[in-house]
């Protein structure tokens, strides 16, 4: 079974650019999350999607970053302008649906860099 | 209080030993809890999930205490392939929002 996959794997931009990631979830998973894990810390949820619909976005800087899943199944994620706190490892994951035996799927994530 | 709270280590244990890490988390009406594994430069991945009390796979064993809201892991005999972040994962609400702690780093030396 494929997994999630994530492109790019890695990205260098400089602060007051754009940037954007894309996701691809396992196939038939209805929930998508968007995650974004600083070096040394737990992943932190930035957006959280049940098919093609938000169901959680209240830590998503709004001001500067944007996502969305059309059609309920791939997604992208873009930040405009990125800043240099914005450098972190950007996962995407995905479950089947929500439930109390709920497995989420990490793809390999996006490692953005900023300077 | 965080939601979700760890130890971040890191624990320094030889080969054979056993560890534990404790976690505790806020939302009383959570139901279910997880604890995935992080190799460095790597994506998390499920390595256990607790229900109700517990649960065990292996040298691995997770136990949950809902009275005083903490989770545990466990690791028997410990390998070197061992070493990794674990982090403690408690979904919370109807929507299954994943929430992490930071993670508990684990190293096993010879």
């Known amino acids: 079974e494929a997994g999630v996959a994530q492109s790019p794997r890695y990205k260098i931009i400089e602060k007051r650019q754009s940037v954007a990631f894309w996701c691809n979830p396992i196939s038939g998973h209805a929930t998508l999350y968007w995650y974004q894990q600083i070096l040394g810390q737990g992943p932190k949820l930035l957006i959280q999607?049940?098919?093609?619909?938000?169901?959680?976005d209240s830590q998503l800087p709004k001001d500067r970053f944007s996502a969305e899943r059309l059609k309920g199944v791939d997604s992208t994620l873009k930040i405009q302008p990125a800043k240099l706190e914005d450098s972190a490892v950007y996962l995407c994951?995905?479950?089947?649906?929500?439930?109390?035996?709920?497995?989420?799927?990490f793809g390999q994530g996006t490692r953005l860099t900023v300077v | 209080r965080k939601e979700v709270e760890q130890d971040p280590g890191p624990f320094n244990v030889p080969e054979g030993a056993t560890v534990a890490f404790n976690c505790t988390y806020s939302n009383s009406a959570s139901q279910s809890f997880f604890w995935y594994r992080q190799d460095c430069r790597k994506e998390p991945k499920l390595l256990m999930s607790?229900?109700?009390s517990g649960n065990e796979d292996g040298r691995f064993t997770a136990q949950l205490n809902r009275a005083s809201q903490y989770i545990s892991l466990l690791i028997r005999d410990s390998k070197l392939s061992d070493s990794a972040t674990y982090l403690c994962v408690v979904p919370r609400g109807w929507t299954d929002k994943l929430i992490f702690g930071t993670g508990t780093r684990l190293q096993v030396f010879p």
């Open positions: 994951a995905s479950s089947l649906v929500p439930g109390v035996n709920t497995e989420a799927f």
């Open positions: 999607f049940q098919n093609n619909g938000v169901v959680d």
């Open positions: 607790v229900y109700s």
